[in-house]
């Protein structure tokens, strides 16, 4: 019989500690030693330790009175990086509260049970517990419920209890901060917040509207008049002649849970994917999504700043199936003009796969295919490989564990004889 099944079971009943248990025996030792010599020294201490576990477990039954708890919304919670998860607790009783803890169990991190110490509360004080931890998986996850342990000053007794706080978080996707895409004229332009950028290389003259000033915008293209009518910077935006579509297709086939390489294959294409989300995020494009997985995803062309919180929660949720990457592509190229540029993740460099991206390569789309092969992730390295030749339409590059993103997505790791990401 496990400390924690006792703990639950006994929940909400104020419990001794070691030290209390200690107190226990002593006073039952003095008080017969007190029955058996009649010696009043010993019943002293016998009163005395009765009076202190009295004092004591009543201190304890208070401890979490009139504590009052509840979520506070916190920062974006992306795997990899600190995430606080704060409380904010209010003491409304009519005394201060002494220190106290707060468990939490999570299915994020590698400490299932964090435990924070919350120091004393005054009389009606409102703070908020700030919990720092480290996500480390991605998911949609429920947080249900807190347990709240308080005791006397003494240390001889505590009680527990739980309190339920249900809320849903979205672990997203890590990234990786990569470089220039090598997208030609539509990378060059980067897109301020409203999502379109103004009047450059590329574009017609046919006014479109005035917006707020952004730092990457230039001189010339302020509007006075609305900057004097408004008494801040304000800016033209001209229309586009033509926008530049970007379509990403991740393959979610091929994934067994009992084999760790595949896991961690198919972990690294979604980090690939995320990563091109975010640094796609500063360009102005239409962006086509296409997930494979046991609940496909298929987004359509639409701007990428419209496209960009759906796509990486749907990268956070993804789960691997049994939708080919042929069938995948098939049902999202249609929205797909010629000439786009098209990132293909899979996690095989199989026929069928290789004869995908020919078909896609001879329609006319710039192709840049990425490969996660599960036996890589398993040996740590990607091993020399010669089953391309000089006529294949497009050459994958090969993700391992020792990669960078960066170097491999930029071009300056291509596929080769030799060994690519070693």
């Not at 039952?28 to 477990?57: G, P, T």
């Not at 919304?73 to 990086?81: I, L, M, T």
């Not at 994958?396 to 020792?402: A, F, I, N, Q, T």
């Amino acid at each position: 019989m496990s400390r924690r099944w006792i703990r639950n079971a006994f929940e909400g009943f104020v419990l001794p500690t070691s030290r209390g248990w200690l107190l226990l025996l002593n006073s039952v030792v003095w008080y017969v030693i007190s029955r058996v010599n009649h010696n009043v020294i010993a019943l002293s201490l016998v009163w005395a330790s009765v009076s202190c576990l009295v004092v004591s477990w009543v201190s304890a039954f208070l401890s979490l009175r009139g504590l009052r708890f509840s979520r506070v919304e916190s920062v974006r919670a992306q795997a990899g990086r600190m995430l606080d998860l704060p409380l904010r607790c209010v003491n409304g009783s009519v005394r201060p509260r002494q220190p106290f803890i707060v468990y939490e169990r999570f299915g994020f991190t590698r400490e299932k049970r964090l435990g924070v110490v919350v120091p004393s509360l005054a009389v009606g004080e409102d703070r908020v517990i700030s919990r720092l931890v480290l996500p480390f998986q991605r998911g949609m996850y429920r947080l249900s419920r807190i347990q709240v342990r308080g005791g006397d000053v003494a240390g001889l007794f505590y009680r527990q209890k739980t309190i339920q706080l249900p809320q849903w978080l979205v672990v997203y996707p890590s990234t990786e901060r990569l470089g220039d895409l090598g997208l030609g004229f539509g990378e060059m332009n980067l897109a301020p917040m409203s999502g379109r950028p103004v009047n450059a290389a590329g574009f017609s003259q046919d006014f479109y509207g005035v917006r707020e000033y952004h730092p990457s915008d230039g001189m010339r293209f302020i509007h006075w008049r609305s900057t004097a009518r408004r008494g801040k910077p304000m800016v033209r935006e001209f229309e586009r002649n033509a926008q530049l579509t970007i379509g990403i297709f991740l393959d979610g086939q091929c994934v067994s849970e009992s084999d760790v390489g595949s896991s961690l294959a198919f972990e690294s294409a979604i980090i690939l994917v995320a990563s091109l989300v975010e640094r796609l995020r500063l360009v102005h494009c239409n962006l086509v999504v296409g997930l494979g997985g046991a609940k496909p995803v298929f987004l359509d062309a639409r701007p990428v700043l419209e496209r960009y919180e759906e796509t990486l929660l749907s990268l956070a949720t993804m789960v691997p199936g049994e939708l080919g990457f042929g069938v995948l592509v098939d049902e999202m190229v249609t929205a797909l003009p010629t000439g786009s540029v098209v990132y293909c993740v899979t996690l095989s460099d199989k026929a069928d796969v290789r004869d995908v991206v020919g078909e896609l390569s001879s329609r006319g789309y710039d192709v840049r295919w990425f490969v996660a092969r599960s036996k890589d992730f398993a040996s740590g390295k990607s091993k020399p490989h010669n089953v391309f030749h000089s006529s294949d339409p497009v050459a994958p590059r090969y993700l391992s564990p020792s990669t960078s993103l960066s170097r491999v997505v930029c071009g300056e790791d291509v596929s080769s004889d030799e060994e690519v990401a070693g």
